[in-house]
């Protein structure tokens, strides 16, 4: 396979953080390597992290005591947890789009992160 062959199987992946200013970070990827398995284990972790802080976050909304400080908290934690999510998300989106994984509906020549 030449290079140019093998850079058509190619797509650029969402990864589930961010550059140092803040940015989204891409990788171009056939979704086999050591990054691609480090990102899909870094978006479970964040979905399962959501998951824990939505079962504390509950009560404290529910609680008819909670403090505006509490509230606040929890709201900024459940903030963070839904940016992750939806990062996840997107990303998760953009790969189905391009053919990874998905049946004849696929897009192959899909060309992510254009």
């Not at 650029?12 to 056939?30: E, H, I």
């Not at 996840?88 to 004849?104: A, I």
């Given at each position: 396979?030449?290079?140019?062959e093998?850079?058509?199987?190619?797509?650029?992946?969402?990864?589930?953080?961010?550059?140092?200013?803040?940015?989204?970070?891409?990788?171009?990827?056939d979704?086999?390597?050591?990054?691609?398995?480090?990102?899909?284990?870094?978006?479970?972790?964040?979905?399962?992290?959501?998951?824990?802080?939505?079962?504390?976050a509950?009560?404290?909304?529910?609680?008819?005591?909670?403090?505006?400080?509490?509230?606040?908290?929890?709201?900024?934690?459940?903030?963070?947890?839904?940016?992750?999510?939806?990062?996840?998300?997107?990303?998760?989106?953009?790969?189905?789009?391009?053919?990874?994984?998905?049946?004849?509906?696929?897009?192959?020549?899909?060309?992510?992160?254009?």
């Amino acid at each position: 396979m030449s290079i140019s062959e093998h850079t058509d199987f190619l797509h650029a992946r969402l990864l589930p953080w961010t550059r140092p200013d803040g940015g989204p970070c891409y990788l171009q990827t056939d979704g086999h390597g050591y990054v691609s398995r480090v990102a899909d284990e870094m978006e479970a972790v964040q979905l399962s992290m959501g998951a824990e802080v939505l079962d504390c976050a509950k009560p404290i909304i529910a609680a008819a005591g909670s403090t505006v400080a509490e509230l606040r908290f929890a709201a900024a934690r459940l903030a963070e947890c839904l940016t992750d999510a939806l990062r996840v998300s997107e990303s998760r989106g953009m790969r189905l789009r391009c053919g990874e994984g998905v049946g004849p509906e696929a897009e192959p020549d899909c060309v992510c992160g254009a």
